[in-house]
Structures are given as C-alpha cells and as structure tokens.
Nanobody, 125 residues
Framework: QVQLVESGGGLVQAGGSLTLSCVAP????????MGWFRQAPGKEREFVSG????????RYADSVKGRFTISRDNAKNTVYLQMNSLKPEDTAVYYC??????????????????WGQGTQVTVSS
C-alpha cells in the first residue's frame, strides 16, 4: 500500500509559523496533483490547498489565502505547506494526498486516491 508521510506538525502560538512536509517513500508523485486537507475535532475534513504536478498552478481555501503557501520539489518527491500567521481555528490534523489521475489539483477528498496518516497542528491562543 502506497503511503504518504507527513511531518512538521506541532504546537505553536497564534501568529506563529509551521512548515509541513509530505514525502512518498519508494514512489514518485512528480506527475500527480497533490493536496493538503485538514480535519478538526467534530468537523468534516476540508480542503486546504492543492498544487499541480509542475507546481505552476495552486489553489487555496479562502480561510488560508494569504497565510499558507504550498510548494513542491519533484526532485525530492516532497510537497510542502508553509503556514504563517496561524490562528487557533487552524488547529486540526493535516493530511497530505495525491491524485494519481490528474495533474491539476482538485478541492474534494474523493478526487485523491493516496493519503498520509496525518500530522497534528495545534495553535494556542
């Protein structure tokens, strides 16, 4: 089973920054759209950001526009999510996902067929 591995989560104060990383050991996703989703306790999973296979196209949820930046390094088979100006409402488990059937990022979870286990991000007020 192909698995994506996230890292970089943790506890940070409001206004702080974190950078999440997602790597796919043993498999290349350089031709796939990649995305980040999050799920807070008691809430449904929601789209955060997505990036095309080349990195030339990105998408963001309105709630994170201007604060989060998605990027990728295909040579390292890694996708990043730089999160700045974090707010308590950003607290959630963040998941990396890959869509092996598309090169442009979708915004719904059903479009993605590979997922990581998630990394916890907690923002204190």
């Amino acid at each position: 089973q192909v698995q994506l591995v996230e890292s970089g989560g943790g506890l940070v104060q409001a206004g702080g920054s974190l950078t999440l990383s997602c790597v796919a050991p043993g498999r290349t996703f350089s031709r796939c759209a990649m995305g980040w989703f999050r799920q807070a306790p008691g809430k449904e999973r929601e789209f955060v950001s997505g990036i095309s296979w080349s990195g030339g196209s990105t998408r963001y949820a309105d709630s994170v526009k201007g604060r989060f930046t998605i990027s990728r390094d295909n040579a390292k088979n890694t996708v990043y999510l730089q999160m700045n100006s974090l707010k308590p409402e950003d607290t959630a488990v963040y998941y990396c996902a890959a869509d092996s059937h598309a090169r442009a990022p979708g915004t719904t979870g059903v479009e993605y067929d590979y997922w990581g286990q998630g990394t916890q991000v907690t923002v204190s007020s």
